[in-house]
């Protein structure tokens, strides 16, 4: 009966939010484009007037003054699988400064090499460049398909770094692989790069230290490809937009006071659904999302630059919640996307409650001349403004109207 009941109440809520626009608050201005597949972009940290973007292939740029510089940043395309077709999850896939960069100079990856190994590294950079050849890597985990491979990686507000990994692909989880605690699949893990210089070790809190057949790294599960996540830089809560299987996308979160050890579900259940929905599961213990909405576009037209415009989507990008200063009204919003649609949306989540969800999709579309976009990731300045960032090559930052 309990899932009878949510999942009615998610119908009505999804309702609303896909029928109706909020009033325009928000638009967008383009910084950059001719990107080659660009999948995340950040400010520089030494430097607010140049933002890295990073492409697909194993490349990262620097924008500056709305300039893409010739030398690039990092080129690490001689390691990175390249990505063959439109929808190819390999390949150059995050990215992190260190918290301390200014002084210690260090830079984080999370890639696919050519040998369909997800590998964690860091990078040492020297002024405008980061040495190829500086190369540490921390962790090698192979991935028993090409899809499902995550892609985030955080510095969290205790200094730690969060690694998020997909399922390990395939469809619907064939093995299992984000319910067992004994691999890093399925999971978002949290290590410690700072206290050891040549390897990592495992925070002392750590949900899972002691525990026999378990990796320690492990800060939750249950997740089929947690493509994009974020901490609100004020709460320190963390916020994972999770890509769901075939009806539902979800957003998940972590309150900073109960960081660690939650089990989402995946794939036992997709959103607040059983998975497949037809039978009966058990939902004890698993933590439900604070919000889903339908995959409906296909992901072949997707693929193939068919328009889906009344589709609300069928890959989730998760977001940031806004904490700049140069748009008051949306200070608080979480905002979030889909990659298949490029619809755009926020929510206040407060109280465990989320609420007052607006959707920006016209709005954004109108200021950027479109009529879609492929809306691969979120992006945050120094300042904490907010970017996004076109598959297809452009850079934007959210402004005001």
Known sequence: MHLI???IHTFFLVGLIFISNSASQIQTRKIADGFDKPIYAVSHPTDHKMICVVEQKGVIRIVENKTVLINPFLDIQDRVHYPLFPGDEMGLLGFAFHPEFSINGFCFVNYVDKND??????????SLTINPNSEKILLRLEQPYSNHNGGSIVFGPDGYLYIGFG?????????????????????????????NPDKYTIPHNNPFIGKKNVKEEILCYGLRNPWRFSFDSLTGDLFIGDVGQNNW????????????????????????HCYPEEIECNNTNLIEPIWEYPNNANYVKTLAGIKQPK?????????????????????????????CTGKVWSFIYENGETKNIKNHTLEILSSMNKNSFYLSSFGKTNEGELLIVDYNGGIYIITSL
């Open 311 to 339: 589709m609300d989507g069928c890959s989730i990008t998760g977001g940031y919640v806004y904490r700049g200063e140069k748009i008051p009204e949306f200070y608080g919003r979480y905002i979030f996307g889909d990659y």
């Open 5 to 7: 009941i949510k999942k």
């Open 167 to 195: 399922d390990g692909g395939s469809a619907g989880d064939p093995e299992r692989n984000a319910q067992n605690l004994n691999n890093f699949l399925g999971k978002i893990l949290r290590i410690d790069v700072n206290t």
């Open 249 to 272: 996308e979800e957003i998940n979160v972590i309150l900073a006071n109960k960081m660690g050890g939650q089990n989402f579900g995946w794939n036992i259940m997709e959103g607040f």
């Open 117 to 126: 190994y997800s590998i964690i590294s860091r990078f040492k950079a020297d």
